[in-house]
């Protein structure tokens, strides 16, 4: 059984950084990529952040590009997003998510199978 726990979110203020981690059970991290997606009061989910199942490549929404880090510890079958010089639009409930099919990069939610609970994020002035 796949299981996704998030962890890490809080209450922060602008310009502040929060180190958001994704400890999942039941798969190798290692063979899937793996993605962080956000959703705001009263819009669609959308994806933040992607790393390839390679750990080699990885994606960022626009919106966060230079602000935002995707990686992995394999070790400890976790990934983490690092957030800096947030912004009041960064706040959101954070999920991450995971493929069911191994070896394949997307970052495309609906090819997202397994998700989080999720972990909410405010960032206040």
């Known amino acids: 059984q796949v299981q996704l726990v998030e962890s890490g979110g809080g209450k922060v203020q602008v310009g502040g950084s929060l180190r958001l981690s994704c400890s999942v059970s039941g798969r190798t991290v290692s063979k899937y990529a793996m993605g962080w997606f956000r959703q705001a009061p009263g819009l669609e989910r959308e994806i933040v952040a992607g790393?390839?199942?390679?750990?080699?490549?990885?994606y960022y929404a626009d919106s966060v590009k230079g602000r935002f880090t995707m990686s992995r510890d394999n070790a400890k079958n976790t990934v983490y997003l690092n957030m800096n010089s947030l912004k009041l639009a960064d706040t959101a409930v954070y999920y991450c998510?995971?493929?069911?099919?191994?070896?394949?990069?997307?970052?495309?939610?609906?090819?997202?199978?397994?998700w989080g609970q999720g972990t909410q994020v405010t960032v206040s002035s």
């Open positions: 790393l390839s199942w390679s750990g080699v490549e990885t």
């Open positions: 998510a995971a493929p069911a099919i191994p070896y394949r990069d997307t970052w495309d939610r609906k090819n997202y199978d397994y």
